[in-house]
């Protein structure tokens, strides 16, 4: 079956650093994507990896490799309003989306 | 500015009643989608559509009908509510060409069954 897998919840301080890890099983590969999702709200696209290596924008940054089925998200000079779940998924073989059930990032001052 | 829009934000039914959610785009998008989100778990499709008059069964297309008349139009039906179907809904679009192809999402609409 087709999985995608990310801790459920992480917490960090304002200003630090965090990586947010999402491994996957799927049915072929189309590309990568991250999605932030704030509490009630729609989600909004992050970033998009099709290639192995890193992606960077802004203090947000995407890295993938596809021969470990491993991808992170890294969140620098963190701020509270990066408070949010952030969603993990990647495009198979029918270029249909499998989504992860998505990490809750809790910033503290 | 619109972008996605949907329609209505909250909905209470009673089981066994039915209700249409209306999603509109002003984007010319070919692809539009419609999702469920529940606690817990990622992101389900439930249909999909890749133009004006097609749609295409997602993973959970069970007690949902929809239908795209116009382009710009996503409508998901339930015939007969079930509590199992309360969730939040999300409609989402994408053009049919670009590489990222990258999703809009709206803004939910949250649905309760009793």
């Known amino acids: 079956g087709q999985n995608i897998d990310q801790p459920t919840e992480m917490t960090a301080t304002e200003g630090a650093i965090v990586q947010i890890n999402c491994t996957y099983q799927?049915?072929?590969?189309?590309?990568l994507f991250w999605y932030q999702q704030h509490a009630g709200e729609a989600p909004t696209f992050l970033s998009y990896?099709?290639l192995d290596g890193l992606e960077e924008k802004g203090r947000f940054s995407s890295f993938l490799s596809r021969s470990k089925g491993y991808s992170y998200l890294l969140l620098k000079e963190l701020q509270m309003k990066d408070s949010a779940s952030y969603l993990c998924?990647?495009?198979?073989?029918?270029?249909?989306?499998?989504w992860g059930a998505g990490t809750k990032l809790i910033i503290k001052p | 500015n619109a972008g996605v829009t949907q329609t209505p934000k909250f909905r209470v039914l009673k089981t066994g009643q039915s209700m249409t959610l209306l999603c509109a785009q002003d984007m010319n998008h070919e692809y539009m989608y419609w999702y469920r989100q529940d606690p817990g778990m990622g992101l389900r499709l439930i249909h999909y559509s890749v133009g004006e008059g097609t749609t295409a069964k997602g993973e959970v297309p069970d007690g949902y009908n929809v239908s795209r008349l116009k382009k710009q139009n996503f409508l998901l039906g339930l015939e007969s509510a079930a509590p199992s179907q309360t969730s939040v809904y999300f409609c989402?679009?994408?053009?049919?060409?670009?590489?990222?192809?990258?999703?809009?999402f709206g803004e939910g609409s949250r649905l309760t069954v009793l």
């Open positions: 990896n099709v």
């Open positions: 998924a990647v495009r198979d073989s029918n270029y249909q989306l499998i």
């Open positions: 989402a679009s994408r053009p049919g060409t670009g590489e990222a192809g990258e999703l809009f």
């Open positions: 799927t049915s072929g590969f189309n590309g």
